[in-house]
């Protein structure tokens, strides 16, 4: 299992004995909904969602603590799994396999409207590797879109269930919320006996100038069409509280040719103006008070190949 991260002294995640916690990894094709259902279970916007596929780019580790049943699941949205093409996307491939070596529950996240096709069988063969010496590793299906088939749900789920190593099968929407917390609470009573390895209150484990810039890269994400989704990344460099309450965000949307500067920005700066309220409204709902963002674009050639870069945006 992943070494429990450190816990501030004091904390309420050492109180209590019976209680259960663990990290549950999820595993899925690209676009498949992985990060929307962690935003569900965990109630918070920790990681960003986006119809455009390969929206994740790290490991995003969403905490939900359960204090009345005491039990807390530490959600682990991994990018999409796919054969490695650059620098950054071998990285994200790489991540996938150490989170799921570490993890307590594999969770495999299928698209409902899409069935079980061959990529899902990969998946499904790289968890078992993954539990390999460690044959008590549970191996959990969600079937995601579930609300979109009906009764048509069921071939599906046969076919979910039927892929070696699945232990069991929940159909869910993580967009509605339907099926949700019976997933959340099967995959709680399946995690370890112990302590809380994070404080009750936390959503995440990620830095706070790290979720701001995933709410602005997912602004941008929303709004930009053709090469943009894959080639922008966004990185906050300043964050202050000024004393009459107002927050003051500094921030970098990166991209890789002055072409993609240009799509980005748009005509008379129209489509960055509505990049940028829209990620200011995200912000000010996660810093709970009013939000200036100074956000600039810049271009920076090949980026995701350049080691040096994908290191200083925290793209292990």
Not at 224 to 233: F, K, L, Q
Request: with cysteine.
């Amino acid at each position: 299992m992943t070494d429990s991260p450190e816990v501030p002294a004091g904390s309420d995640s050492q109180a209590g004995s019976g209680t259960r916690s663990g990290f549950v990894g999820l595993a899925g094709r690209p676009n498949v909904g992985k990060s929307t259902l962690v935003n569900s279970v965990v109630g918070a916007k920790v990681a960003i969602s986006s119809v455009r596929p390969q929206t994740t780019r790290r490991a995003i580790r969403g905490v939900a603590t359960d204090l009345e049943a005491g039990t807390q699941l530490v959600l682990i949205d991994l990018p999409g799994v796919q054969r490695p093409r650059d620098e950054l996307t071998s990285r994200m491939q790489h991540k996938v396999e150490a989170e799921l070596a570490g993890a307590d529950v594999a969770l495999l996240v299928i698209n409902a409207e899409e069935g079980v096709g061959p990529g899902d069988r990969f998946i499904a063969s790289i968890l078992l590797k993954a539990r390999e010496g460690e044959e008590s590793l549970p191996i959990i299906c969600a079937v995601n879109k579930a609300d979109r088939l009906g009764r048509n749900i069921v071939p599906v789920l046969i076919e979910a269930a039927a892929l070696e190593g699945v232990d069991e099968v929940f159909p869910v929407s993580a967009l509605t919320g339907e099926g949700v917390p019976e997933l959340a609470a099967h995959l709680a009573s399946i995690v370890p006996e112990g302590p809380y390895m994070y404080p009750p209150e936390d959503h995440s484990d990620q830095s706070r100038e790290l979720l701001l810039a995933e709410l602005i890269r997912g602004q941008a994400l929303i709004r930009t069409r053709d090469e943009i989704p894959h080639s922008v990344e966004a990185r906050v460099t300043h964050i202050y509280h000024r004393e009459d309450g107002l927050w003051m965000v500094e921030a970098e949307l990166w991209v890789e040719t002055d072409s993609q500067k240009r799509i980005l920005i748009g005509k008379k700066g129209f489509k960055i103006g509505e990049i940028g309220t829209g990620a200011r409204k995200d912000i000010e709902q996660e810093l709970g008070g009013k939000v200036h963002l100074d956000l600039q674009v810049k271009v920076k050639a090949k980026w995701r190949k350049d080691r040096d870069m994908l290191d200083r945006l925290g793209i292990d």
